[in-house]
Antibody
C-alpha cells in the first residue's frame, strides 16, 4: 500500500522560510512524478508544484514561482518543498500527492496534509 | 491557463436519488480529466480519471463522462457516505488546474 506522510508545517511569520517534507513508502519512488497541492482554509484545491521521477524537471504555479522550490531524494523516498518569502496567502494545508505516471496523469495517492500558517 | 468551472456550487440531494455534477474547461483537455472526492478533515481521493475510468475502491454508482470541454460526474442512488465535495481537475496542460468544487449535501 502506498503511503505518503507530510511533515514540517508550522506557524511562521510573513517573509519567513519553511521546508516541508513528504516520506513515501510502498512504491518505487523514482517511477512517479510527485507534487505539492495546497488548500487554503475553507477553499478549494490549488496545484503548487510538480517534479518528475528523476528530479530533472520541475513545474511551478505562477503564485509560487521564484519563492518555492521542489526537490526529491530518491535514495530516501523523500519529497521536499522549500518555501521562502512566505506570505499570508500561502496559509494552507499542503498535501503531497503522487501522479499516476512519470509523464502525467492524475494524483492517485495523497498524504494527510500538513498545515502551514503564515501570520505575525 | 485552462480554467475549470464546476456547477452547481452546492447540490442538495435526498439519499437514494441521482446527483449530476458538471465540469467545464475553458479549452479542450481531451479526456485528461479527473474527479476527486473530499470529505471534511480528509485529503482528497481520486475517484475518476481519464474522464470515465473509476478508481480503485469506488462502487459502480459513480460514473464519469465527457471529453473536450464538457464533463459530467453522475452518482446514482446516493448513499450517506457520498455526501462530500467533488473537484474536477485537468491534467492535459500546464498549469494543472482544479475546478472550484461542488458540495453534495443531504436534502
Amino acid at each position: 500500500e502506498v503511503q505518503l506522510l507530510e511533515s514540517g508545517g508550522v506557524l511562521v511569520q510573513p517573509g519567513g522560510s519553511l521546508r516541508l517534507s513528504c516520506a513515501a513508502s510502498g512504491l518505487t519512488f523514482s517511477n512517479n512524478a510527485m507534487s505539492w497541492v495546497r488548500q487554503a482554509p475553507g477553499q478549494g484545491l490549488e496545484y503548487v508544484s510538480v517534479i518528475s521521477g528523476s528530479g530533472d524537471n520541475t513545474y511551478y504555479a505562477d503564485s509560487v514561482k521564484g519563492r518555492f522550490s521542489i526537490s526529491r531524494d530518491n535514495s530516501k523516498n523523500m519529497l521536499y518543498l522549500q518555501m521562502n518569502s512566505l506570505r499570508a496567502e500561502d496559509t494552507a494545508v499542503y498535501y503531497c500527492a503522487k501522479r499516476s505516471r512519470d509523464n502525467g496523469g492524475p494524483f492517485d495517492c495523497w498524504g494527510q496534509g500538513t498545515l502551514v500558517t503564515v501570520s505575525s | 491557463e485552462t480554467m475549470m468551472t464546476q456547477s452547481p456550487a452546492t447540490l442538495s440531494v435526498s439519499p437514494g436519488e441521482r446527483a449530476t455534477l458538471s465540469c467545464r474547461a475553458s479549452q479542450s483537455v481531451k479526456r485528461n480529466l479527473a474527479w476527486y472526492q473530499q470529505k471534511p478533515g480528509q485529503a482528497p481521493r481520486l475517484l475518476i480519471y481519464d474522464a470515465s475510468t473509476r478508481a480503485t475502491g469506488f462502487p459502480a454508482r459513480f460514473s464519469g463522462s465527457g471529453s473536450g470541454t464538457d464533463f459530467t460526474l453522475t452518482i446514482s442512488g446516493l448513499q450517506s457516505e457520498d455526501f462530500a465535495i467533488y473537484y474536477c481537475q485537468q491534467y492535459n496542460s500546464w498549469p494543472l488546474t482544479f475546478g472550484g468544487g461542488t458540495k453534495v449535501e443531504i436534502k
